[in-house]
């Protein structure tokens, strides 16, 4: 049983590698013994992430592309296949939010930026389907694996303001629930599909949202920890 969550010399991609939860999950899998494969599209970020990471078992792999381009994709695939063979284990972190696809309290849904909704529902949801169709193939060499989506409160909840990123995770949860469907009747059950969805945390793109300019919580922020049992 000491082994049941063991991640030594597992092959794990992680998309949005060099974001505040990529970076973390990067760091932690490589320091339990995984083989980590920090997929971003910023080489200078990636390579400043791996720099680091020290001490570990093994190092951390750069993989540079583009979720939401496909021809990136494939060939970061050919990357894959030609350094490792297969792979283990894909987390889909990249993702986020756009102004334009946030509604204001000064707001109605006529003020909707349809550009950054697109923009925002192809990064979120295109950007997790895109690696998983890519690199299924290589999931099926050995039909096996496990792929992990990342899901939001913003899914569970019509949570005020963040229109392009509630309803483009939710369907995060859709495509994950039919994945699992369709992988294990057509492929096998060892192959699992599964989304996770942190609590709230910080980041750039909702400071503002959470934070006033003294660091002190809005009324937004209150709320969140209001209704978080750690309290914060």
Not at 52 to 79: C, F, M, P, S, Y
Not at 136 to 162: C, E, W
Not at 168 to 183: G, H, M, R, Y
């Amino acid at each position: 049983m000491s082994d049941l969550f063991s991640v030594d010399n597992k092959i794990i991609v992680i998309s949005g590698a060099t974001g505040v939860l990529g970076s973390a999950m990067t760091a932690y899998l490589a320091e339990q013994g995984a083989k980590v494969v920090a997929l971003g599209r910023n080489q200078d970020k990636v390579n400043t992430l791996i720099a680091e990471i020290t001490g570990t078992k093994h190092k951390v792999t750069a993989l540079i592309a583009d979720v939401t381009n496909e021809q990136d994709l494939e060939r970061a695939k050919l990357e894959l296949e030609n350094e490792f063979g297969k792979i283990d284990v894909l987390i889909n972190m990249a993702g986020g939010n756009m102004t334009g696809a946030v509604i204001t309290p000064e707001q109605t849904i006529l003020d909707a930026g349809i550009d950054d909704l697109n923009k925002v529902m192809e990064l979120n949801y295109m950007g997790s389907f895109l690696p998983i169709k890519t690199f299924l193939p290589l999931f099926l060499k050995d039909l096996k694996g496990s792929i992990i989506n990342i899901s939001s409160m913003a899914a569970q909840r019509p949570i005020t303001r963040v229109l392009g990123y509630g309803s483009a995770k939710a369907a995060i949860d859709n495509l994950t629930k039919w994945l699992a469907t369709e992988f294990c009747n057509k492929h096998s059950a060892e192959l699992r599909v599964n989304a996770i969805a942190p609590g709230f945390f910080l980041t750039e793109q909702n400071r503002a949202l959470l934070t006033e300019a003294d660091g002190q919580l809005t009324k937004r922020g209150n709320q969140i920890i209001a209704n978080t049992p750690m309290g914060r």
